[in-house]
């Protein structure tokens, strides 16, 4: 197998990471680029005040406002996550509800926000040019969840359409064709056939929430327990699922799991990071690591702290980018580890930093 | 529900009517007294403002927020629809406790009132008291309380008031006031429906096109109101001595939620939110020369609906009764001892159970001239919150009179008070967030203040300084937790600032003429400890403009009035540690009274936002440039 020398982006938790891959032996790759992590900061809900910080990972220097700073205005909105797909960025924005579409080497806005039909949406993932983003829609009841859908997005025209998909879809991925969507209200993982958009469902035991895919091609979803949809500790953890049958293969319980179910992976994809979070009133979050080949956690946190909000883990050095976030109106700090868990450096965030994606600008 | 209020009031009407059908025959004429015992007396030291029904009635057709826009000094953070908080002091929306008939009207689940939601064609009169009082109210009157009144007037047979206004973006008010008294009875209904579709245009300054490098222009949406209120009071002298009272005051406020003008341009997932209030109250007062006794019994119910959502649905009721024996003559001074009782119910869809509380307050107060120019208070109050808290609030002030003549009257005042806040039942309750062990927030205020009051002639200039310090402890705050928010008690925070009022009175010539300004400087800031001064260190809390000015005029010529008014609200960080811009608002009326007999007519123009000032008071919520309104009122008595 090849060995892939550069990620050009890796999308977190996340979605889809649909990627330029060059080879290391290519002759021909003489090009230069400049290193970032693109931290997401959400901001305070309904206060417009969502931003990208931009760190430089080589340089070692935070700037933030990446945003305002490109297009002379304020972002005005929260941003629930961000994906990079073919150098172009896209930022699902809330409150207003939207989908930014932005250079992903400059940050500046490639036309007018695309909103007809998107309301809350959440998670990006895109195969060949058609977007798809799970949306919450308008909610009546956030223990049901009934309007939620998947929009489809054609990358060029923008043009909406609308997937029904009740209970909330947070999490997705693209494999084998097949969108695969963790729904927040329920035990249960939608697998979208994308070529006959027939929905199917696995069971999962807990409630799913992000994926990653491993060197295998297996697909890995957090479970979780939320408050209105509870399961005991036991019921935490990793599912682990193979697209060619669509059946959990085997689990990884980890009891303490954090509720929002915040998982990365190494660019070898040999090693997955978790984020845990003691229950109420304990504030201390923790990342543990799994060895994807033998589906093993480790005995002992990697890394613990207070008031983890996310993470990924640099695809050129393996360092692990964790987000801080005290509180909703302070702002955020980064803080980078090495891969055994040692603390390297510390930077500051602006409020509420959620996701890092890693992205390489051509100079 | 709604059709047992209606059956209430219908009773309520007909048990009024059938007292008066039966003792009409034998009304003895009584002499005018006082009903029941004014607290404010005992708040020596204290600054209180009192906006009077001829202030109230240029702002009859708003709310509690348009009143504090336009006369005083204090914050109120606010959006152009259906919902605005007051930051008293530099202090948080539970930290004012807002006062009817001696009941706290704060919701028991917020903790606050909603100021857009509390009418001011329903009252005469508003006193608005500065710093702390719980020795006097209780919970919530950390940074301020604002007593909402209504005068009886007895002796002055039918009266009518009748308003109709039209205003700017589809905005309707009709109101309506009823009332008769004579020696021994006083009865009085108001009543108002108020819509505004609030479809005002604005440059969206959140909204790039990025194809013409423009902000966009764009109209509000989702942000129209309907509010109807009624009140009725009911005042009988059953004998010399014995007096019964009753008011109920019913509100429906339905408002749209706001968006952000982000959320205006791309569309969000837009909301609705109604709330019904009923409050109650009815007494006794027994007075016999230097004694008075009153006791009385009063009935809360709030509810909320957010976005018609009938399973998620927010109710509570409270039951009060109270007791107090006042004299006019203990020790050389006046004094008054009481207490209250109130039993507390909750029906939330997000408890896990419904919450039923019992309180007890028990108080007294002492005020006495220690000398010829001295006066001094005490007030003591002990709030009992069965198994969960006790909390005890004294305070102390003192008046000191320099001079008093005919003409010019310098007076200077100190007060300490202890004051605190019983954390709502949000921050306790709510599941699973809620945090049962959560403290009670409670503050210190210490003040010190000068009146001066000059007369000469027809003129007067009234001029007064406050200078005070609150600090604030156990400071609640929602946090994020995980995945969630929960209450927590986080901050000290301390609050200091001054307070400049300046009033002048002349006549020249026909011409009346009013003026003046009113400034405020609050300095707040979290702090490590209270009595270390680090002025550096210091970072204004969010939404708490340090400056806030008012000035205002009004001239009368014989039958005509011109009023003018101005308000400057000074920069507020936001919750992203950005500056929002400060602001001047400027709001003009003219108007003139017809007289015919015991008729009066009356015709009202305003311009509000004058010079059509694009601004925020919250950071990214569009609010209405110049506006217009038109209102005609009709009065008999």
Not at chain 2, 177 to 186: C, D, R, T
Request: net charge negative; with cysteine.
């Amino acid at each position: 197998m090849k060995s892939i020398k550069k990620i050009i982006l890796t999308v977190l938790l996340l979605s889809t990471v649909f990627v330029s891959c060059s080879s290391d032996d290519d002759p021909q790759d003489k090009k230069e680029y400049e290193k970032v992590a693109y931290i997401v900061n959400y901001g305070v809900y309904g206060k417009g005040d969502g931003e990208i910080s931009i760190y430089d990972t080589e340089k070692e220097t935070m700037t933030q406002d990446g945003y305002k700073t490109a297009n002379s205005v304020d972002f005005s909105s929260n941003i629930q996550s961000m994906s990079v797909y073919n150098d172009v960025a896209y930022l699902m924005s809330n409150a207003g509800d939207k989908i930014d579409v932005l250079d992903a080497a400059t940050l500046k806005a490639l036309g007018n926000p695309v909103s007809g039909d998107i309301i809350k949406p959440r998670y990006f993932a895109a195969t060949g040019n058609t977007a798809y983003i799970s949306c919450w829609g308008e909610v009546n009841d956030w223990s049901v969840m009934a309007n939620s859908y998947i929009a489809t997005m054609d990358l060029t025209s923008k043009i909406i359409t609308k997937i029904a998909l009740p209970a909330g879809p947070e999490g997705v991925i693209i494999s084998n064709n097949k969108l695969y969507v963790a729904l927040s209200v329920t035990n249960k993982v939608a697998v979208i056939d994308l070529a006959t958009q027939n929905i199917s469902y696995i069971e999962v035991s807990a409630v799913p929430q992000q994926f990653v895919e491993d060197s295998n091609g297996n697909i890995w979803v957090s479970m979780v327990s939320k408050y209105s949809t509870p399961f005991p500790p036991e019921k935490l953890g990793l599912a682990v699922i193979t697209p060619k049958t669509n059946q959990v293969i085997d689990e990884v319980n980890f009891p303490g799991m954090g509720s929002d179910g915040m998982i990365a992976i190494t660019s070898d994809k040999k090693t997955i990071y978790v984020m845990g979070a003691e229950a109420w009133p304990g504030t201390a979050t923790t990342i543990f690591s799994i060895d994807v080949a033998s589906r093993s956690i480790g005995s002992s946190a990697l890394i613990t702290g207070e008031k983890f909000n996310g993470l990924n883990v640099n695809p050129d050095n393996n360092d692990i980018y964790v987000l801080v976030s005290p509180d909703a109106t302070s702002p955020g700090k980064l803080s980078i580890y090495l891969s055994n868990g040692a603390l390297l450096s510390e930077e500051v965030t602006g409020l509420a930093p959620k996701h890092v994606i890693f992205y390489d600008i051509e100079k | 529900m709604s059709i047992k209020k209606i059956t209430y009031l219908g009773l309520v009407f007909f048990i009024h009517f059938t007292i008066i059908g039966q003792t009409i025959d034998t009304i003895v004429l009584l002499d005018d007294i006082e009903l029941t015992v004014k607290k404010q007396k005992f708040l020596v030291g204290s600054k209180i403002e009192t906006i009077d029904s001829v202030k109230l009635s240029l702002v009859s057709s708003g709310s509690l927020t348009d009143m504090i826009n336009r006369y005083l000094p204090i914050y109120v953070k606010q959006d152009a629809g259906g919902l605005s908080t007051i930051r008293f002091r530099g202090t948080s929306p539970d930290h004012t406790a807002i006062m009817f008939d001696g009941i706290n009207i704060n919701s028991l689940t917020l903790g606050h009132s909603n100021m857009s939601n509390i009418s001011m064609f329903l009252f005469d009169e508003v006193k608005v008291q500065f710093g702390s009082s719980s020795s006097l109210y209780g919970t919530d009157a950390i940074g301020g309380s604002i007593q909402l009144n209504n005068q009886i007037k007895w002796n002055k047979g039918f009266n009518v008031e009748l308003q109709q206004d039209i205003a700017s973006f589809g905005s309707y008010f009709t109101g309506l006031k009823l009332g008769y008294s004579n020696h021994k009875i006083q009865y009085a209904i108001k009543a108002f429906y108020k819509q505004k579709e609030n479809n005002f245009s604005f440059l969206n300054t959140a909204v790039k096109d990025f194809e013409t490098d423009k902000f966009v222009d764009d109209v509000q949406k989702n942000a129209s109101i309907k509010n109807y209120g009624i009140l009725q009071e009911f005042n009988f002298k059953i004998s010399e001595k014995l007096f019964f009272y009753t008011k109920q005051w019913y509100q429906n406020n339905w408002y749209e939620i706001q968006p952000n003008m982000s959320e205006n341009y791309y569309g969000a997932d837009y909301k609705e939110m109604e709330n019904n209030n009923l409050r109650i109250t009815a007494g006794l007062n027994y007075n016999s020369g230097k004694h008075k006794f009153t006791t009385g019994l009063g009935y809360v119910y709030d509810y909320q609906l957010y976005d018609n959502n009938y399973d998620q649905t927010i109710s509570t009721q409270t039951i009060l009764g109270n007791i107090n024996y006042f004299n006019s003559d203990f020790l050389y001074g006046d004094f008054n001892i009481g207490m209250n009782y109130s039993h507390l119910m909750s029906d939330v869809y997000a408890y896990k159970e419904d919450i039923s509380e019992d309180r007890l307050d028990f108080f007294s107060s002492y005020k006495v001239k220690l000398l010829q120019k001295l006066t001094m208070a005490v007030n003591l109050r002990e709030s009992v919150v069965i198994d969960y808290t006790n909390q005890f609030a004294p305070s102390l002030g003192f008046n000191y009179m320099f001079t008093e003549t005919n003409e010019n009257m310098l007076t200077g005042s100190f007060s300490i008070s202890k004051s605190f806040k019983i954390p709502t039942f949000n921050d306790r309750y709510w599941y699973p967030n809620g945090n049962p062990d959560i403290l009670p927030e409670h503050g210190m205020n210490y003040e010190i203040g000068s009146k001066y009051h000059i007369k000469k002639d027809k003129s007067s200039i009234d001029f007064s300084f406050n200078a005070f310090i609150m600090n604030i402890d156990d400071w609640i705050q929602w946090v994020p937790s995980g995945d969630m928010w929960r209450p927590q008690n986080i901050k000290k925070v301390q609050s200091m600032g001054v307070e400049l009022n300046f009033n002048k009175e002349c006549e020249l010539g026909d011409i009346d003429l009013i003026w003046g300004v009113n400034y405020s400087l609050t300095d707040v800031s979290d702090v490590d400890d209270f009595w270390n001064f680090h002025f550096s260190n210091r970072e204004q809390l969010f939404y708490t403009p340090k400056h806030i000015a008012n000035v205002y005029t009004t001239v009368e010529y014989k039958s005509w009035y011109f009023n003018f008014s101005g308000s400057y609200t000074g920069k507020r960080l936001t919750e992203s540690k950005e500056d929002l811009d400060g602001y001047f608002l400027a709001n003009t009326s003219i108007g003139e009274n017809f007289y015919l007999k015991e008729n009066t007519f009356s015709i009202n123009f305003n311009i509000n936002n004058i010079f059509n000032k694009a601004y925020q008071n919250q950071a990214y919520y569009a609010m209405p440039g110049r506006n217009f309104s038109l209102s005609l009122k009709y009065l008999y008595n």
